[in-house]
């Protein structure tokens, strides 16, 4: 009995030291902030992510969105885009290196779609909001078509924490604290997402041509262009999507169609009966 006294003494002594060691930090921390509105966001900060950062203008930066940029004197337009493009650059890098771990048997064309599963926007808007990111953004955009906002912010903050931390630090970050907890490889691997290619096979089989037609709007001068694909089987208009690229505009059409079983299996059997109207017309000629 003693020595278990001895042990839970001990026990607590290193707790309350470790609790009152990083109460210590977070005060010194917060001391570097002389700001309400740099403490507030470093407080959200730490509790969503879990990090101290150095550089705590970078971290703010990556979570502008276009839509609320920041003009400067000179009339530059200040937002997350630039470290939006070096995270992109960043975790396709890391996401590489991550999946040649996991699969060391795995052929070079099972490796590629898994990254494109993981880097979908869809799939890093889900990872934003899981690990809380969208408490950060700043955004006055509420069209639905900046849908991609989310994913978007987590790439700035792969892209800052890399100028704060270096490529080891965000590396092992990623790995441990989004990859292992937030993304389920085995789940990845059944899902389907390439839907374009799935219309086509259909198109193949069902002897029936499958053609998208394009259209693009701008919200504003400033804003980047939003693509419309409309997908037509034999000419006529069965579905329509959206995205920030044609590709991604393809692929929208393509599932909203292909999600249509009743549609498809119209359109299937219109095709038979048309190819058996024009030999029953040979036939009778």
């Not at 337009?77 to 795995?106: C, K, M, T």
């Not at 999507?241 to 079983?261: H, T, Y």
């Amino acid at each position: 009995m003693q020595y278990l006294w001895i042990w839970w003494s001990q026990l607590f002594h290193l707790t309350t030291k470790t609790v009152i060691t990083n109460l210590r930090v977070a005060i010194l921390h917060r001391k570097r902030f002389k700001s309400v509105d740099d403490r507030k966001f470093y407080a959200e900060f730490k509790t969503a992510l879990g990090f101290y950062p150095k550089d705590l203008n970078l971290y703010k930066l990556a979570f502008i969105h276009k839509s609320a940029s920041i003009i400067l004197p000179t009339g530059q337009s200040v937002n997350n885009e630039r470290l939006e493009y070096l995270g992109d650059a960043i975790l396709d890098a890391i996401i590489a290196d991550f999946l040649f771990e996991q699969y060391p048997n795995e052929r070079e064309g099972f490796l590629t779609k898994m990254r494109a599963k993981i880097v979908s926007r869809s799939h890093l808007n889900r990872l934003s909001v899981q690990i809380g990111l969208q408490r950060l953004i700043i955004s006055h955009s509420c069209n639905a078509t900046q849908r991609h906002i989310f994913g978007d912010a987590l790439e700035a903050f792969i892209g800052a924490m890399y100028l704060d931390k270096g490529y080891k630090k965000t590396r092992k970050y990623l790995v441990n604290k989004i990859f292992r907890n937030h993304i389920d490889l085995t789940a990845l691997e059944l899902l389907e997402t390439d839907f374009k290619s799935r219309i086509i096979e259909w198109g193949q089989k069902h002897r029936k041509i499958i053609t998208f037609s394009y259209k693009e709007e701008h919200e504003s001068r400033e804003s980047s262009p939003v693509f419309y694909a409309s997908l037509l089987i034999n000419g006529t208009p069965v579905g329509e999507g959206r995205g920030n690229s044609k590709k991604e505009a393809e692929q929208d059409a393509s599932m909203i169609v292909l999600s249509n079983e009743d549609d498809l299996n119209f359109f299937a059997q219109s095709i038979v009966d048309d190819s058996c109207l024009k030999s029953e017309e040979i036939l009778s000629q």
